[in-house]
C-alpha cells in the first residue's frame, strides 16, 4: 500500500505524457541529462526542454520497460507500442486511465509505431544542492534483464558580469548623447536598429530551435513585422521620423529581449543559436532596445516642442 501511496505522489509532482509538452515557449532550463548505457535495442533521445524521455525500438526485437513498482510498464514491438493498463506507473505517468487492479499485464495497443515518448520520475531533476546524480530506467529485452543507465547535472547560470557591462555601456551612450544634442537623433536610430536586429536573431534561435512552440513561432513572426514596418521609416524617413522610428524599434527590442530574460538566469539557453549568441543577442536587445527607447522619448517630446512652437508663430498676426 506504501509502494501505490509513493506512486501516486510522483504521479501529481511529475507531468504525465510528454505528447504536449516536447515543445514550448520556456527560453531557458537548468539540467541536462544524458545516457550513458543502452543495453537494448532501442533508440533512446531525452528532450533538453522538460527532460521526457523517448524510446523507439530498432530492428525485430521486443522490449518491455518496467514500471516504479518494477511492474511491466510499456512493451515495445514490431507491432507497435503497448500500455499496460494494470500498471501504476502507466496511470501514474497518464498514459492511462486508472484501471482496475490485475496481477496480469493488460496490454492496450497505442500506436503501430515502436516509439514512445513520456516524463518518467527517474529522470527528473537533482534535489537542492546536489551537482548530479545517476538516474536507471530497468527493461526486458528479448525476455533477459537489462537496464538504461544516464545521469542528471545541473548547468549553472551564466555570469551576469558581461551583461551589466553592456548595460552599462548603453547608459553611457545615452549620456553622451543627451550632452551633444546634435548626435541624439542619430543615435537613437543606430542603437534601434542595434536593438531589433538582436531581437530578431533572438527570434530565429528561438523559433529555429527543436523545442520551439507554435507560440514562440507566432511571437517571432510579429516581431520581424513590427521591424520591417519600423525599418521602413529608418531608412526612408525624415531626420526626425528616423529617430522617432528608432525608438519604436528600442521598445521592440526592449520588449522582446524581455520575454527571453531567462537565457540570462539559467544554464541551458533553449535556442538553436549557441548559448553565449542565444545570451549576447538578449542582452543586446534589452540594453541598446532600452537605450533607443529613453533617446526616443526626449526626441519625441523635442519634435513636440518644435511643432507647437512652429504652430504658435504660425499664429501670429
Known sequence: ???????????????????????????????????????????VRIYRADLAL???LVGRHRVVVLGYLGEPFLRLTPDGMFV?????????????????????????????????????????????GVRSRAWTVPLI???????????????????LWPWLGLAAVCVAAIAFALRRRSLLRPATAWLGALAAAAALTSAIGFA??????????????NEAAFAVVGAVFLVRGSSDAKALAGGFLGLLGLAAGLTKLPVLLHGIALSALPGGLARLAVATAIAAGAAAATLGIVVFFDVLEHYEERELLRLEP
Open 54 to 56: 523517448g524510446l523507439t
Open 208 to 221: 529555429a530551435a527543436s523545442t520551439a512552440s507554435q507560440g514562440t513561432w507566432i511571437e517571432g513572426a
Open 141 to 159: 529485452g528479448d525476455g533477459g534483464r537489462t537496464r538504461l543507465t544516464g545521469t542528471i547535472r545541473r548547468v549553472d547560470a551564466p555570469a
Open 1 to 43: 500500500m506504501r509502494r501505490l501511496a509513493a506512486v501516486a505522489c510522483i504521479a501529481l509532482a511529475v507531468p504525465g505524457t510528454a505528447a504536449a509538452h516536447l515543445r514550448t515557449s520556456r527560453a531557458a532550463v537548468d539540467f541536462q541529462a544524458s545516457v550513458l548505457q543502452v543495453r537494448a535495442p532501442l533508440k
Open 84 to 128: 499496460n493498463a494494470a500498471s501504476p506507473t502507466a496511470a501514474g505517468t497518464k498514459l492511462t486511465p486508472p484501471h482496475a487492479r490485475s496481477s496480469r499485464p493488460l496490454w492496450q495497443l497505442r500506436s503501430h509505431r515502436p516509439a514512445v515518448v513520456w516524463h518518467d520520475a527517474r529522470v527528473r531533476g537533482v534535489p537542492s
